[in-house]
């Protein structure tokens, strides 16, 4: 088995993990690092590669969300998210459980883990593509307290426009990114959509569109002399001059994870993301003993 390591070369906690699973692994697989990480720890240096080229049964992604996005971005192998970072929401690990970062490690060279694949984003703009987003496209104008007009179509036929800071497709992964701040409905991450949702719109209701994802979005800064810019999934920003569109449609890609159990709603238990709460005495409740499932 060949696994790779990629960890976040600003977070001290995630190099010391690189380095714990090196020695870990010992000669029972083949580790090998991205640059970014062996420029920083020198015992992955032998044949470390850029992650763009690096090839791996399994990576090993060491940080916060914004790694693993960096990582989905550059890879096509599987992620296996270690949180060791500030947020952690897609990791399946946390790094500070040094016994749950070993028995997960132990559970990659067996093989006893499983593949779950979500959709992701395809961008083009003026026909030229951009990285495929795991969580969302964001158009947004590119000065601070100034509105835009967008267009939105959908396979090409005007469905409507609205001023408004931005607007944002997101993916059912990304339901509970940024999207969500603008009020848009959370979504299991396995299913298929495309979430449309306004960043302060004007004069126009805070809702949310939820669209078949064979469909595709094209999102259009009407007036010609007021640029934007566009940002996937928090990693890239490029410019978008007035009178651009942004076509959005679901990715061939896949976003691969390696996942040991099913723990979605698990992970959004005490987050206030799920739209109930859990008082004190409830939770000691659901952390008694197991109700039996039905038959």
């Not at 090196?22 to 240096?45: K, N, Y």
């Not at 795991?134 to 179509?153: G, P, W, Y």
């Amino acid at each position: 088995m060949r696994i790779g390591v990629h960890a976040n070369p600003n977070k001290p906690k995630a190099l010391d993990l690189a380095r714990h699973l090196r020695t870990l692994v010992g000669d029972r697989a083949e580790v090998v690092a991205s640059t970014e990480t062996a420029e920083i720890v020198p015992e992955l240096a032998r044949g470390s590669e850029p992650l763009a080229r690096l090839q791996a049964d399994a990576l090993v992604a060491l940080g916060g969300d914004g790694t693993f996005l960096y990582a989905l971005q550059r890879t096509t192998a599987p992620l296996l998210p270690v949180n060791a970072g500030t947020v952690g929401f897609l990791a399946e690990v946390d790094g500070d459980n040094r016994t749950a970062f070993d028995g997960a490690i132990e559970r990659l060279l067996r093989g006893h883990y499983f593949r779950e694949e979500r959709m992701r984003i395809a961008t083009q703009v003026g026909g030229t593509p951009l990285a495929d987003a795991t969580n969302e496209v964001v158009i947004h104008t590119s000065q601070v307290a100034k509105m835009r007009l967008f267009e939105i179509s959908i396979d090409r036929k005007p469905a409507g426009r609205l001023r408004a800071d931005g607007v944002i497709v997101a993916t059912p992964t990304g339901s509970t990114s940024y999207a969500m701040s603008a009020l848009g409905p959370v979504i299991e991450p396995t299913l298929e959509a495309l979430v449309i949702t306004a960043l302060a719109p004007f004069q126009t209701a805070p809702r949310a569109v939820l669209v078949e994802p064979a469909h595709t979005i094209t999102v259009r800064l009407v007036t010609p002399d007021k640029d934007g810019v566009i940002v996937v999934d928090g990693q890239s920003e490029t410019r978008l001059p007035g009178g651009s569109e942004v076509v959005c449609y679901r990715s061939p890609r896949k976003a691969v994870f390696v996942r040991f159990a099913s723990r979605y709603f698990p992970r959004l238990y005490g987050t206030r993301i799920l739209p109930w709460g859990v008082t004190g005495s409830e939770r000691e409740n659901l952390e008694g003993p197991d109700v039996p499932a039905h038959p």
